[in-house]
């Protein structure tokens, strides 16, 4: 499968997702099942598209994963410290409400660790960050797909999800694997929950 084509089926099976409680009333087991059948189809589809010309580097390291999702951890800290700081400097009295439910379900909870990251990386960070990239510099294609991440995260401070789509394509591009990215991204939404 070519990158266009990745690009159009993720798309597609991404805003269907996003936009799917628009014309489907799911209780929790079948949003689990519609979550797990998409992303099952995002990961066939990846698996199925050729990485030639993309950031996915054809040897695969643990060293390279391990060293850069540690970086990557590291960036994403700073990050969200340093827009926060920042931010209470210039807007002391600013409430930036999370929007993270107090009541939060085990489907929740399932969803924002495992099935998002998945689903947004290769969706942002492999489809689309690639997709650009084979029309214009690769750093244009980073700060797109990191505009694009941040409007998809309408709650608390934009910034931090426009740094840490940023951070994430950085990762994937330097390690050359999205694995790095999906498993940091993971991480940090694991640690949000538990700090929330």
Known sequence: MTLNQNMVYTSFLYLFL???????????????????VIVF??????????????????TFSIKKIVGWGVVGLLLSFMIQWGVLFITHIIFPRLNLNTDIPSQRTYLFLFVSILFNPIMEELFFRFSFVNWIGQKLPIWVGMVISALFFMLMHTSGNLMIYFGLGIIFSYIYKKSGSILTSILVHMVMNGIVLWLN
Do not use: E
Request: glycine share 2%.
């Open 18 to 36: 996003l936009n799917g409680h628009l014309f489907l009333s799911l209780n929790d087991n079948q949003t689990m099942l519609l979550y797990s």
């Open 41 to 58: 189809f995002i990961l066939v589809i990846y698996f199925k598209t050729t990485k030639k010309d993309t950031l996915t580097t054809s």
